[in-house]
């Protein structure tokens, strides 16, 4: 069984967690997202350390087998009555500025649950969402939610995310693999956040996290991209606007 350890209490396994070997399970265009750093860079990963996690076997607690990240908000404050179109990056805004201003979270989010490829299967994203879902009771936060980046989307990169989404197998669950862990771990789709992450640079920046050529304006299909990323040729930018989904989870009492 693996457990969850935060990284306040063993921050030996720091530079595991960001070590080459977790970021390179990541496209390298996924890394470029100018919101991440209001989490991840120093200082604001020092503040949230009680819900960024390292994920070992017992067995061998010395070494990072996975990594998960959660960030501590306040929700449902005015302005807030649900929860942002811009996902990821939104409730990363969200919580930066509840830190800045002091003010206190009543909620989390997950950000992210990444497992090495060895330890895959056999139930074990689902055993690190229940101990997300354990540690935000333990914080006494009220809420829990994620805004999940579903698995296979990448495939369907045309497909609406909302069409995708709705998309369920004979039992009635969510047909891609990831949305299906959400639920049937008794989390509740909410909603799509259509510009959940957004990760702009210039052509020479796309094409060098790509290795692509990008040789037209309009739109290119970018492996592992959930859609197509804008190009503009005649303004050197292009832009990917990821959606992602809403799930609420309930906080065990």
Known sequence: ????????????LRAQV??????????????????????????????CLDTAFAVVDPARPEVAVGRAFAVPFAFGIPGRENLPDAGWDGVVRWAHADRALGRAPNALSALEITLLPSHRGRGASRMVLDAMRQRAAEL???????????????????????????RTGADG?????????HVRAGGQIVKVAPTSMVVPGTITDWQRWTGLQFT??????????LVPVHVSLEQNHAVYIEPNVWVRHVVPV
């Not at 977790?22 to 265009?29: D, G, I, K, R, V």
């Not at 669950?173 to 862990?181: E, G, I, S």
């Open 18 to 47: 960001f070590s080459e070997v977790f970021m390179a399970l990541w496209p390298a265009f996924m890394q470029e997202d100018p919101a991440a750093d209001l989490f991840f860079a120093r200082p604001h990963l020092d503040a």
């Open 173 to 181: 669950l969510p047909a891609d693999p990831w949305l299906r862990v």
């Open 216 to 225: 037209a304006t309009g739109t290119v299909v970018v492996p592992n991209a």
């Open 140 to 166: 006494g936060l009220g809420h829990i939610f994620a805004p999940v980046r579903p698995t296979m989307k990448h495939l369907e990169p045309f497909v609406p995310m909302e069409e995708y989404t709705g």
């Open 1 to 12: 069984m693996l457990e969850l350890v935060p990284l306040r209490g063993r921050p030996d």
